[in-house]
């Protein structure tokens, strides 16, 4: 299962829609975002969802309650400490049916003590995905909205799937805004 070279990341993004929007390289001067040798480093937004609970409440997956989420708007989000918000990619993602994606967080805030956790990118899989991003220390951390907050490694099989991601109608399929955990169904 071969990784997938800056090369084959350029030309599946334009021709075939799998990045939008694209940043062809690099790009610096802040947190860097854009293709890499062997990845795509993506960016977030500017909308975030900041975990807020009240006293004695429980997160249940599979019964979220939106009202333990206050919505911030802005350039950056200062995540309180020893907690998470949500927020979304600026990039709209359509994976091939013969990839899967493995995501890790970008060094420079792994070096803060902000771990940024989103799993795999089935195939056949689309849209603008949800990103978790945990502050474990006792102060406020701050994230910047419009740079990069993460990688992506492409690994292409050498045998296509039976049932992809759009197949199995995954219950995050064409994700539009920043979607809370689905533990039913």
Known sequence: MPIKPDVWIRKNANELGMIEPLAEKQ??????????????DFRIGNTF???????????????????????????????????????????????????????????TYARCGIIINVT??????????????TNTNAVPA????GEG???????QSDETCEISYADKKGKYQASKNITHAKGHG
């Open 49 to 107: 969802k900041i975990f807020q609970p009240k006293a004695g409440s429980v997160i249940d997956p599979k019964k979220i309650d939106d009202a333990q989420f206050v919505e911030h708007i802005g350039e950056y989000c200062d995540i309180p400490p020893h907690t998470f918000v949500l927020t979304q990619t600026i990039e709209y993602f359509r994976i091939p049916r013969d990839i899967l994606t493995i995501c890790t967080g970008k060094s």
């Open 27 to 40: 790009e610096r001067g802040g947190i860097s975002y854009g293709v890499g040798s062997y990845g795509y």
């Open 142 to 145: 701050r994230i910047y909205a």
């Open 120 to 133: 795999p990118f089935e195939p056949e899989w689309e849209g603008y995905a949800t990103i978790s991003i």
């Open 149 to 155: 907050i993460g990688q992506l490694i492409f690994l």
